[in-house]
């Protein structure tokens, strides 16, 4: 059992990144770490956590249970679209296939939420009424359910400031960053996968809000998901118990994913330009604790690691095994 205390214990040894020469130039992203092989990616999910673009501190745990996570909604999305996944050889070591990866992000919303620029909830606030190319109807109220779920496609910001934004269906085919009939298989298979996180999410006690996915083409053309899936860092994540009395009485959501830490730092008056506030350690026990409760919760097995060895370690003699 990870507890408060052991999470504490653990915030000095959360994983900051993972070099290891002997496999080539190290890449990273926002949030993982990778290596390239030729035919395959080591991808590495770090204790790294990111808001308003921006790296922001460490979470311990964090990574493990991302990768865990995905690892999870891979399996259980496979006959549904073919994913990167080869395996997992560590707690937070993914290997992965490489893809060539499509210049767009597939944001699926089931809700109108949000406060960041590309969110639904702050444009429709703002007084948009068609947002990414969908007409809204008046009326709507902040984390209301929508009719159906809806697609609202990004552009792909990518490195440590990667930034998205928001595009439409019609543009993404006109400025032809996706062939028109493949963009129709992935607008199906989003839905498909969509539909299938929010029925296992409602099963383990949460709502699936909203979620994000990312396609690539393998080496032979084929439409596969890469990245991450359904986790607390792509998705919105809500208590089912909680929402229908918060959203009467218009209190906010409980949140079991990044919007909780967003909050925190906007409370700080912190929106992503300057210096960051330092997160308190009370405040990481709590993320730490809600990535692992969320973890648990989903699919439905303790959260188990090895602390007998500082995680770094442990990743390195992982990779040294890979050569
Ligand atoms: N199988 C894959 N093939 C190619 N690129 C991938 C694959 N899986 C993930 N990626 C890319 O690797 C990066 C993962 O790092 P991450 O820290 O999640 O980045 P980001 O800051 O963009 O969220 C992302 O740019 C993602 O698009
Ligand atoms: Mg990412």
Redesign the pocket.
């Given at each position: 059992m990870i507890d408060q205390k052991t999470i504490t214990k653990n915030i000095s040894s959360a994983i900051d990144k993972i070099n290891y020469s002997k496999l080539g130039k190290r890449y990273s992203?926002?949030?993982?770490d990778?290596y390239k092989q030729e035919h395959f990616?080591i991808?590495i999910a770090t204790d790294r956590i990111s808001a308003f673009d921006r790296v922001l501190g460490l979470i311990p745990f964090r990574g493990a249970v991302l990768n865990k996570l995905s690892q999870f909604w891979f399996e259980k999305t496979r006959d549904i679209v073919p994913n990167?996944m080869i395996g997992v050889i560590d707690p937070n070591i993914m290997l992965?296939?490489?893809?060539q990866?499509l210049p767009v992000e597939v944001v699926v919303r089931g809700y109108i939420t949000g406060v960041t620029s590309t969110s639904l909830w702050r444009k429709y606030s703002e007084g948009e009424r068609v947002i990414y190319g969908i007409k809204f109807p008046e009326g709507l109220v902040k984390n209301q359910k929508l009719k159906n779920p809806l697609i609202t496609p990004t552009t792909r910001g990518?490195g440590p400031s990667?930034h998205d934004e928001p595009i439409t269906a019609a543009e993404i085919i006109k400025k032809k960053l996706v062939p028109s009939s493949l963009w129709k298989q992935i607008e199906k298979v989003a839905y498909k996968l969509f539909e299938r996180g929010s029925q296992i999410c409602q099963k383990a006690g949460f709502i699936l809000a909203d979620t994000k996915y990312?396609f690539?083409l393998d080496k032979k053309g084929r439409l596969t998901l890469?990245?991450e899936i359904h986790t607390p860092d792509s998705s919105r994540l809500w208590v089912k118990k909680t929402y229908p009395a918060r959203f009467k009485t218009g209190e906010e959501v409980e949140n079991y994913d990044k919007e909780f830490m967003r909050l925190w730092f906007a409370q700080q008056g912190y929106m992503g330009s300057g210096k960051p506030p330092q997160m308190p350690s009370d405040l990481i026990v709590k993320i730490a604790q809600r990535y692992i409760d969320a973890c648990e919760n989903i699919t439905g097995e303790k959260f188990v690691i090895d602390l007998t060895i500082p995680p770094k370690q442990r990743i390195l003699e992982s990779l040294s095994k890979l050569i």
């Open positions: 992203g926002k949030v993982r990778w990616r991808l990167h992965v296939t490489e893809c990866a990518t990667g990312e690539g890469i990245d």
